[in-house]
């Protein structure tokens, strides 16, 4: 049992697990729960990830600070997340720390002063398979939606949302994107912006734009870039419109809605 304001434990946990999940594409993200040398109840997060350099671990936890810049960055986000986690550790009288290796993994340790072990049930072991299946074929009725996300819980999202009025179709990267595009004809493309591809997705749709295969199709960008110079870049590469994550699932129907009716 840890004394502490449960909401914001809430936002740290999530936001560490959420990274650890993110930056590891290969290997695993481990829990442990256990006491230390001094007996404190600690949390260790632990990923077989991208990991960190040394260089940047000095500013981890800096607003708005991020390892890589520009749209063809592997990843999204203001870099204020680790900010707001170290914040509300220390307002909960714990401390964190982080050890990382470039290319190996990284762990961030959480040890709190107050707290006490309980016996704990242990809960079910829930498994929620995670894959992406592309169809290719068109569903009866339903308008085509190609979505170029590559992160798969946004895709995930997504696809939830729309699932019952729209056909939707995944592409991971520019690469994906530009073959079935190229293969079937879709009424809309909601367009992430940083792609971990050859292409970010302003190039993607500027290649789109330029292309003999339905030049006009309605381009959506759905992008984790939200300052206004990011909306002014969307618009001039060729975008129609611009939706900021995170968003609600009615803000992206009501965006599709302006293209697509039903």
Known sequence: ?????????????DNL???AVKFTSEGSVNIFLYRNAQQKLCVDINDTGTGISEEYLTNLFEPYSQEGIGYN?????????LAIVKKLVLL?????????????????????????????EPEPEIFREMKTHNSIAPLAGKPAILVVEDDVINQLYIRTVLKNDYEVVLASGAAKALQLFGSRSFDLILMDISLKDNLNGLELTKSIRS????????????????????????????????????????QLIDKIKCFIQR
């Open 211 to 250: 292309g003999q295969k339905d030049p006009q199709i309605p381009i959506i960008a759905i992008t984790g870039h939200v300052f206004p110079e990011d909306y002014k870049k969307a618009i001039e590469s060729g975008c129609n419109e611009y939706l900021a994550k995170p968003f609600k699932g009615f």
């Open 73 to 81: 960055r592997p990843y999204e986000g203001l870099g204020l997340g």
């Open 17 to 19: 697990i959420d990274n």
């Open 92 to 120: 909960n009288n714990a401390t964190i720390k982080v050890e990382s290796k470039k290319s190996e993994g990284t762990v961030f340790k959480i040890c709190f002063d107050a707290a006490e072990v309980l016996p704990v």
């Open 1 to 13: 049992m840890v004394y502490a304001d449960e909401a914001s434990l809430h936002t740290v946990f």
